[in-house]
C-alpha cells in the first residue's frame, strides 16, 4: 500500500509556481468540487499574481455555487503553455482525472493529494492519507489560516460533510471534527448548506429513489440487496445519472443488509455499479476486480455490456463469497 501521509507543505510549492492548474474527477461528487474550489480561491487569497485554471466537469446543481466566481475549464485548450504546477485533488488514479489527464502530462511539476487507498501516487509529489475522510480534510491541515476566508471555509465543510455523510462514517475521526470545529468559525450557514446539498431531493429523485426500492431484491439469505433503474426509467423520471446519489447508501440501511449493490444505465450498454458495505464486506476489492475503485465501505465499477443481469449476478458472487468466508469465521 502507497502511504505517503506527512505534510507535504503545499504553500511552498504554490509559492514557486507562475501557473497552477486544479483539477480533480470526472463527476465530481462534494468532495471533489469542495476541495478543488477551496484550493483555487486559497491560491488566489495567497498569491494573486498567479495564473490559476481549474478544469473540472459539471459540478452537480446542488452545490454548483461553489464555483461562483471561478472559471471553471471543461476543455483543454491546446494553445495553453504547460502549467508551471498541476495539483490533482481526490482521483485515486490518474485515468479519474478525464479530460484533463494531458494537461497534468505536460505540467512541470505535479502533486497529487487525494485520501483513496488505491492510489499508487502518480504524481511527482504524493500525499495520499487512505484514513482521511476526504481529500478537503487533507487540504485543510495544508492550509495557512491566514489565506483562508469564508468561501475556502464553505467548501472545505462541504466537501467533508459529503464524503463523512455528515459526520456519520467511519472515516470520520476526531481530527476530523477538529478540523471542522475551526472551519465553523467562518461566516456561513453550516446547517442550511448540510441541508440544501446533502439532503434535500427534487421531487423527480425522491420518485426514482422510490422506483429504485421497489426494483429492490434481496440476495444471499437477505445479507445483500440489489436494485437496478434502467435508462428508460430515468427518462421516465426526467432525472439524471447526478440525481441517483444516495439511493445506494439508503438501500444498505435495509435491515439485515451489509451490502448494497445498485446500478443503473449510464449510456448505450454502460451500466455504473455503486457499492456500499454496512462493516466487514470490502467492496473496494470487489470493484477492482472488475476494474473499478474506491474505498473499502464504498466503491463503484463500470460494465459495458448489453446484459446488466449476469453483470451484477457476477458482483453478487464476489459478495457472497466474501459473506460465506466471514460467516466461516465466525462459525
Ligand atoms: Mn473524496
Redesign the pocket.
Known amino acids: 500500500m502507497t502511504d505517503y501521509t506527512d505534510l507535504i507543505h503545499l504553500d511552498q510549492y504554490i509559492r514557486q509556481a507562475g501557473s497552477i492548474a486544479v483539477g480533480g474527477h470526472e463527476h465530481p ?1 462534494g ?2 468540487a469542495g476541495s478543488t474550489t477551496g484550493l483555487v480561491r486559497y491560491i488566489n487569497n495567497m498569491c494573486p499574481q498567479t495564473q490559476i485554471d481549474l478544469y473540472l466537469e459539471k459540478i452537480p446543481d446542488a452545490y454548483a455555487f461553489l464555483g461562483d466566481g471561478i472559471e471553471i475549464r471543461d476543455h483543454i485548450d491546446e494553445e495553453r503553455a504547460p502549467y508551471d504546477l498541476f495539483i490533482c485533488l ?1 482521483c485515486g488514479v490518474i485515468e479519474r482525472l478525464g479530460f484533463a489527464q494531458p494537461v497534468f502530462n505536460k505540467a512541470l511539476k505535479t502533486i497529487c493529494i487525494d ?1 483513496h487507498i488505491s492510489n499508487p501516487g502518480f504524481a511527482d509529489i504524493n500525499r495520499i492519507c487512505p484514513h482521511a475522510s ?2 478537503s480534510e487533507m487540504l485543510a491541515e495544508e492550509m495557512d489560516a491566514q489565506y483562508v476566508d469564508t468561501d475556502v471555509a464553505r467548501s472545505l465543510f462541504l466537501g467533508i460533510v459529503h ?1 463523512t455523510g455528515v459526520f456519520q462514517y467511519p472515516c470520520t475521526s476526531p481530527g476530523t471534527h477538529r478540523i471542522v470545529a475551526d472551519l465553523l468559525k467562518y461566516d456561513f450557514n453550516a446547517p442550511e448548506l448540510i441541508t440544501k446539498t446533502f439532503y434535500e431531493k427534487t421531487m423527480q429523485q425522491q420518485k426514482i429513489a422510490a422506483q429504485a426500492m421497489l426494483n429492490a431484491r434481496l440476495a444471499a439469505g437477505g445479507a445483500v440487496i440489489t436494485s437496478m433503474i434502467t435508462a428508460a426509467e430515468m427518462q421516465q423520471y426526467d432525472v439524471l445519472p447526478e440525481h441517483l446519489d444516495g439511493i445506494v447508501a439508503q438501500m444498505r440501511d435495509t435491515k439485515g443488509v451489509e451490502c448494497a449493490l445498485f446500478m443503473y444505465e449510464r449510456g448505450k450498454d454502460e451500466w455504473k455499479v455503486s457499492l456500499r458495505s454496512r462493516s466487514y464486506v470490502d467492496v473496494r476489492q470487489i470493484a477492482q476486480a472488475f476494474g473499478g475503485g474506491g474505498h473499502r465501505k464504498a466503491a463503484g465499477v463500470t460494465f459495458n455490456t448489453d446484459k446488466p443481469e449476469d453483470a451484477m449476478s457476477q458482483v453478487v458472487s464476489l459478495i457472497s463469497e466474501q459473506i460465506d468466508r466471514q460467516e466461516k469465521s465466525f462459525a
Do not use: A, K, L, P
Open positions: 461528487d468532495d471533489c481526490d485520501h476526504s481529500t464524503d
